[in-house]
């Protein structure tokens, strides 16, 4: 999952990216906070999900957005 998504940013802004991270706090529901750098901007993430799947692939999904 997340490197599908790192390749469909990295071909939708033309550029690879500096950082990715990505972090879970393991509590009830699941929440991943997520980080993503290319060249001088950066783009937060956070998604709260009972199914740690769905959680990553909508938090990766809002940063394929967010990136212009």
């Given at each position: 999952i997340t490197g599908n998504y790192a390749r469909k940013i990295s071909e939708k802004v033309n550029s690879d990216l500096d950082e990715l991270s990505l972090e879970l706090n393991n509590n009830s529901p699941k929440n991943i906070n997520c980080?993503?750098?290319?060249?001088?901007?950066?783009?937060?993430?956070?998604?709260?999900?009972?199914?740690?799947?769905?959680?990553?692939?909508?938090?990766?999904a809002k940063l394929l957005i967010e990136a212009n």
């Amino acid at each position: 999952i997340t490197g599908n998504y790192a390749r469909k940013i990295s071909e939708k802004v033309n550029s690879d990216l500096d950082e990715l991270s990505l972090e879970l706090n393991n509590n009830s529901p699941k929440n991943i906070n997520c980080s993503l750098k290319i060249k001088d901007k950066t783009f937060n993430a956070e998604v709260n999900d009972s199914n740690l799947f769905y959680a990553l692939d909508k938090v990766l999904a809002k940063l394929l957005i967010e990136a212009n």
